[in-house]
């Protein structure tokens, strides 16, 4: 799963780097992000959310509780549901392309801008199908990993980047308006994720034919189970595309910027914290139902330490470099040097709230894990109105640079109230060695600050180089951030074989 998830963010980069180079940021390119994010935040809904959350438990009680039958009924009837409500969903968005992209572009209805407006709506009609295909995908990975079939769901993203850049690349010279191919790329990609996973469903012998039956006693199951996760799996959806709708009021290439600076901040929070949401998750379940309090708390210390050790210096690297990274992958004749230092501004606000966003995907378990998901669906309400004022507080002074800021401190909000939360609990209590560990980091990350903004050259000689010269360069100075940063560490008396002890 590990390699797997890094090839897909490896050539997640590739494509955006493309996209960039082929497209750059313009009223096209907004219209295609747009296009493409409204499919991808149902998405999350249907498929890799509350319904992934909820299908998965009961589809194990399943398996392991009941006969064969009773486990291929339940899968047939969640297809046949499933299946059904999402053909409905995407032929309603096909025919009502205009006014949803109307809805979640308003600024454009208002700025009169009629062709960029014809065009998302032609692109939306291409990629909402998408969702149909991509949540089948999702429901499809679900029975596999319950079967402790890892590899080919988490292989299965690749194919998505894949389809993406052969669009890009072969697709969009044949195109009148050649940022549609991209459109047709995510189409067919959603074709080819749910397709490539049939074969191992047919190798459980559990390959579905879809049945509708309101009673089934699996499927109320798992329809209780998602109301309470569906809000709070989407919250961060939400605020991105709150963040779409405003942003199109802004100037035109905004939305693109945003788009490129959240998928530079998205690597390091995929790789950190999803990582670590996984690896706590069964140890707080097994804690929590041992009732053992001490090793709760020991696994939670853990989390938080690990989050902090190496999330804090991700995101002050992250800020201090966010234009040599940006002109490193994006610079070329379509993305240029505005473009630059425009998705710079909004990098920098993201990586302010990187903390906040690992923080919440190792906190967000030690609620769930005790099977209380109310908790994080109230907190996570807070945290989307505290986005909204403060997306309304900062745009205009700010500008798309603010949207980015706000969604950064309403992630502050969200963990500050999962953190307070745990404590009121009585479930967890700081370890004695938190005051040294936030010295020696704090001070580690101010090193490395220093000597990277005194010694790393300026954005506009980023500008003159090479894209190979850019690469070499990135590489070097990223690598003596990280070596100052641990050099300090150690210097401060912390070492290797700590990062896995947990403190008594």
Sequence with gaps: MGGNTLLSRILGFVRDLVLARLFGADAATDAFFVAFRIPNFLRR??????????????????????????????????????????????????????????????????????????????????????????????????????????????????LLNLCLIGAALWLSPWMAEPVTALAWGVLIAGVVQFTFQLPFLHRLKLLPRPRVRRDHEGVG??????????????????????????????????????????????????????????????????????????????????????????????????AVLAGPMIATLFLSERFDFHDVVMARQSLVAYASGLLAFILIKVLAPGYYSRQDTRTPVRIGIIAMVVNMGFNLALVLPLQHAGLALATSLSAFVNAGLLYRGLRKAGVYTPSAAWKRLWFQVILGCGVMAIVLLLLAPALETWRDWSLWQRALQLGWWVSVGAGSYLFTLLVLGMRPGDLGRQPG
């Design 221 to 318: 199951r798992i329809l209780k189970l998602m109301v309470p996760a569906l809000f709070a799996v989407s919250v961060v959806q939400i605020n991105l595309l709150l963040d779409t709708v405003l942003a199109s009021f802004l100037q035109t290439g905004s939305i693109s910027w945003l788009y490129y600076s959240d998928r530079l901040m998205e690597f390091p929070q995929g790789v950190l914290g999803v990582a670590l949401g996984t690896v706590i998750l069964p140890a707080l379940s097994r804690g929590h139902a041992a009732k053992d309090p001490v090793a709760f708390g020991r696994t939670l210390d853990w989390g938080l330490r690990t989050t902090v050790i190496f999330g804090l210096p991700a995101a002050v690297g992250l």
């Design 45 to 158: 809904l249907f498929g890799e959310g509350a319904f992934a959350t909820a299908f998965v438990p009961v589809l194990t009680e399943y398996k392991e509780t009941r006969s064969y039958e009773d486990l291929k009924g339940l899968v047939d009837h969640v297809a046949g549901t499933l299946g059904l409500v999402l053909l409905v969903v995407s032929l309603v968005g096909v025919v009502a392309a205009p006014l949803v992209v109307s809805l979640f572009a308003f600024g454009w209805v208002l700025e009169g801008a009629d062709e960029k407006l014809a065009l998302a709506a032609s692109m939306l009609q291409l990629t909402f199908p998408y969702l149909f295909f991509i949540s089948l995908t999702a429901f499809a990975g679900g029975i596999l990993n319950a079967h402790n079939r890892f590899a080919v769901p988490a292989f299965t993203p690749v």
